[in-house]
Structures are given as C-alpha cells and as structure tokens.
C-alpha cells in the first residue's frame, strides 16, 4: 500500500489516509489505464466517424468545426426606403425575383442611395437552403472592395504607398423568416453605426480602377442560430475621410459552426456529463464511508468535479427549441468557472504536497527536515558549460566590435543595445562560482540573482529597442530618448524585483533563519505586484 510521506516515516498510522494514497499498484494502474482509454478515444472520435462516413457516403472527411461562405452584396435602390429590400423574394429554377430592389443606374450618385442587401444562406442549385439550429451562431464579416481613384493624385504623392483610416456610419437592419413564415421579421437594427474602414494600395497599383487591399470589419454575431433565414440591409450614410474612392462592391463572410460537429460535441458532452455526474456521487459516498472530517484536498477534488460536471451540462441544446440569445456568453461564463476551480484545485494541490514541513489539513506526531542542495556532477557539468560559452560569447562581442570601426560611421543604437546585450550574457557566464571553492562566499545566490536581473533587464531592453526600430510606421527612432517610457517600465520592474530580492537573499547573508514570507508577506508581495 501507498501513502503520505509522513506515513512511511511511522508505524503509528495517526495521518489521515487519502483514498488515491490507499489503493494498491495494481488498482492504481487499472485506473489510470482506464483515463487513458477514455482520453485516446476522444481523440481518435473524428477518425472514428471519418472512416464510417467514408464507408456511407464515399468520403473521408469528419465535420469540421466550423464552415464559411462569402456572399457578394446585392446592389440596390429601395423604392420604398422604410421597407426591406428583399434580393431573392422567389426563388425558382428558371428565375430569381426580388421585392422593393431595383437596380441602380446613374441617378444613384451616393452610397447613401444604395442598399447592400445580403440573404442568407445562399441558394445551390435553384434551391434555397435553410440554416439549422445545430449549428448555433453566425458570425459576419465585411470585406469592402474600394476602388482607386486618380482625382486623390492631386493632393497625395503618388510615389508611396496610399492608405485609408476611415470611420463610416451605416445603417443596418436584420431580418428573420421561418420556413413557412410569408413575411421577413425585423430581428435588431440600427441607425448609426460606426465602423472604421482601413484600405492600403501599393505605390505601382496607384491607377484609376486598381482595388485597395482591406482589413476585415467585424458586422455582427448571433449567439443562437434560431431561423432559417437571415436579411441585410446595410446603408452607407456618411464617411470623415475625402481620400476614400470608390466602393465598388461589398463582400460578406459568415462563418458558422457546422450541425454535424455540433452533434458529436454535445453527444460527447452528455456522455461524459453522467460519467463525471456519476464518479463524483461515488467519491463522495467513499468520503463518507471513511467517518473522519474530509480534508480540504478532498473538498476541492469534489469543487472542481462540480465544476467539470456544470461545463459538461449540453445547455446548447436548449437552443433547438429556444431562442436563447446570449447562450456564448454563457458558454464563456461556465468555461471561466471551471478554469477558476482548475487553478484553485492545482494551487491548493501544490500546497498540500510542499516538501516544506508545514501541513495545511492535518497533524503529524512526527517531525520531517528536508534538505536540497545541488549536486557536484551538475555544478561541474554547468560551470564547465559557462567557461565555454564565455570564451566564445566574449570572442564574438571583440569581433563584433572591431567590425563596427572598420565600417567608418556613427554606431547605430541598436548596434549598441547589442554590445550591451553580449556583455550582459558574458558577466552572466563568468564562473564565479568557481570562487567558492576556495573561499566561503555566503552572498553567492544573492550574486546571481543580481547578475541574472542585470541579464534579463538587457534583453527586454534589447526586445524594445529592435521591435521599435524595425516598426514600419514612417518614426525614425535612433535615440535611446525615444524609447524612454518603455525603458522606465522596465527599470521600474527590475528595480522592484531587486528591493524584493535584497529583502529576501540580501538579509540571509546575514541571517540565514530569515524569510521575508514569514516576517511580513504583504511587504514582499508589493514589490512582486509592481514588478508585474
């Protein structure tokens, strides 16, 4: 039989005995032969379901999260512009009838006069397809497609490349219909909304009719996928930017996620809800059977069971019947509470396995020293690595420094954030180490924590400066004054973790029975607070 280590140390057995702890080997294998049954065949479920299909239906392919389909705007003008403009109001085999959608000619001049009309889904075939509550939520996306226009060359320079920060406001309003339902229902709608259209062109594509290339605009998302049918109406009513072009045209994407995975997803959901549901009724049967006071390890085994079981719940299912609108915020909020049980269960875990004397839950007659210290074979191999790599790391830095005189120019400052950086990492591999072999060096760990703080400080150092010196956005940075803010973060930080280090190891020089945990935990949590 297993146990604690305090149990191995006694034949008094007066620890309290953990369920896990007591079974045998045996017992123990089976169980975790079991879990790992259970994790391969979650894994290898698609595979499973992609070799029955490919028998069914002659493919390969398992359902896939999610689906996209673009769909190009229907351009319109409204003849009645407090109605809906309906591109495929009949959709036959021979033909596509619209409703209050005429197509626009040269009196329609402005955006504003032009209706992007979007219905969704797309026809295949001559037949309309229906969305299906399986598939759950619709997320849609704009792509404009702006053309350019040669009138911009007179107050832009036409040799670089030309872009466009736009914020526009439009009007939009959704629609739902039902199979069955003869007409469309307004679903949400809104007068003014602002969304911000950012286009670039390259400096050769810089003629009259050449597309820019845009960035996605997030339109909207529906938690729940309730109707069959979905219409757009988008109206572009005013733009703060004279530099725009020409919107020749404006492409929808919409990405739902697919039925088919929806229904392995929550079949495996509700599985493993009552395999869950049902181990965690016999693991506190079993707690009880044991008649002593549970331990808090145990109360957050039974937490964090609750909390797995709750996130296994299928309440996506109740958007087949229910227009349940903010079902993904719930989704979000059940997934944060298992990710809060998670890390409370691990952090409490960790607490109760520390090999550092102090039992959180339970009493021991017995009294357990744990001694670390670093092995010798290790400290050879590792001061032997670092007298290498500080021959080498020292050569390269002479080298790179003579490099720079032979090129007759002022040194760049990223240039410098580099010699900065290599004398960093060779006072880092310095083997000081070595040192206390001869003498007795008791501020040797707090030595190389400064040296490792001084190391770590280069590189962020050296991060910021090359990240900013390779930004292509037009600043020419090649002063260390321009990156002061930056700079003063990271001197606050490590200024932080210093104080705190010269609190903990510092003081230990001196007194090696003092911690700064034990003196005033508060103090020492500031600092780390600060440093973060």
Not at 191 to 214: F, M, P, V
Not at 350 to 376: A, K, P, Y
Request: glycine share 4%.
């Amino acid at each position: 039989m297993s146990g604690t280590i305090l149990e191995n140390l006694s034949n008094k057995k007066l620890s309290i005995p953990y369920i896990l702890e007591n079974l045998s080997n045996k017992k123990l294998s089976i169980v975790l032969s079991i879990i790992l049954v259970i994790q391969l065949i979650s894994f290898f479920i698609g595979a499973f379901i992609a070799i029955l299909t490919s028998v069914s239906v002659m493919s390969c392919a398992a359902p896939s999260p999610s689906s996209t389909e673009q769909v190009l705007a229907i351009k319109c003008v409204a003849e009645n512009p407090n109605q809906l403009s309906i591109p495929r109001a009949v959709v036959n085999t021979n033909q596509i009838q619209p409703q209050n959608c005429r197509d626009i000619n040269e009196d329609s001049k402005t955006h504003s006069d032009i209706t992007f009309a979007f219905q969704l889904p797309l026809p295949r075939q001559g037949i309309q397809l229906d969305y299906s509550r399986w598939q759950q939520n619709l997320l849609t996306l704009l792509i404009p497609e702006v053309l350019y226009d040669t009138r911009m060359d007179t107050h832009t320079n036409i040799n670089v490349d030309h872009h466009i920060n736009s914020t526009v406001q439009m009007r939009i309003r959704l629609a739902v219909r039902n199979i069955g339902d003869k007409d469309w229902k307004s679903y949400a709608h809104k007068d003014s909304l602002k969304r911000t259209i950012s286009c670039k062109i390259e400096a050769n594509k810089r003629r009259h009719g050449y597309k820019y290339d845009c960035d996605l605009i997030q339109l909207f998302e529906l938690q729940s996928l309730y109707y069959d049918y979905y219409l757009i109406n988008l109206q572009f009513k005013s733009n703060d930017s004279l530099d725009f072009g020409f919107m020749s045209d404006l492409l929808l994407v919409e990405i739902h996620q697919n039925g088919g995975f929806t229904k392995i997803w929550l079949t495996m959901k509700t599985v493993f809800t009552f395999m869950i549901l049902l181990t965690l009724i016999w693991f506190s049967k079993r707690l009880q059977q044991l008649h002593r006071e549970t331990t808090l390890l145990e109360k957050t085994l039974i937490v964090l069971g609750t909390a797995i079981t709750q996130l296994n719940i299928p309440l996506e299912l109740l958007s087949l019947w229910f227009d349940i609108e903010f079902m993904s915020f719930l989704c979000d909020l059940r997934q944060g509470i298992f990710h809060c049980a998670l890390l409370s269960f691990w952090i409490i875990f960790i607490g109760e396995h520390l090999l550092d004397g102090i039992h959180r839950s339970r009493l021991s007659s017995d009294l357990l020293l744990v001694e670390i210290h670093q092995n010798g074979g290790f400290t050879k191999i590792w001061l032997t690595m670092k007298t290498v790599f500080t021959f080498m790391i020292l050569l390269t830095l002479i080298w790179f420094s003579k490099r720079l005189q032979q090129l007759h120019r002022e040194t760049t400052l990223l240039e410098k954030t580099l010699i900065v950086l290599g004398t960093a990492i060779t006072q880092l591999n310095i083997p000081l180490e070595l040192l206390s072999l001869w003498f007795d060096i008791e501020f040797m760990s707090f030595l190389c924590d400064l040296r490792q703080g001084i190391f770590h400080c280069a590189l962020l150092s050296f991060w910021i400066i090359f990240i900013g010196e390779h930004l292509l956005d037009g600043i020419h940075r090649s002063r260390l004054s321009s990156y002061y803010k930056q700079l003063s973060v990271v001197l606050v930080a490590y200024i932080a973790l210093f104080i705190f280090d010269l609190s903990e190891r510092g003081i230990q020089w001196f007194d090696p029975f003092f911690t700064i945990w034990e003196v005033d935990s508060r103090f020492a949590l500031i600092f780390i607070i600060t440093a973060i």
